[in-house]
């Protein structure tokens, strides 16, 4: 149990994740709760420039924007979206 991380959402990340049509949102939010367990799965990508310190994971056409702080072991997702609207 130590392993674990906890898990947070913005409160904009969860509003745009409740827009989006059920058979989208529900590989992102499996997604989203595997995080805990393993926050840099295969694919995920350390971005650089104005979204410093973010990481991505890719689900279909979506992308999951988050924080990770190893040392107070929390996982902080900050924006949930389609690939052509997430990074503006």
């Known amino acids: 149990m130590s392993g674990l991380y906890k898990l947070t959402i913005k409160k904009s990340a969860a509003k745009s994740l409740e827009s989006l049509p059920a ?48 040392t107070i072991r929390i996982i902080d997702v900050q924006d949930v979206g389609h690939r052509k609207d997430i990074y503006d």
């Open 23 to 70: 058979k989208a949102a529900k590989p992102i939010i499996e997604a989203i709760l595997d995080l805990p367990k393993n926050p840099r799965p295969n694919g995920c990508k350390k971005l650089h420039g104005k979204l410093n310190n973010l990481y991505r994971i890719r689900i279909g056409h979506y992308r999951v924007l988050y924080l990770i702080d190893d």
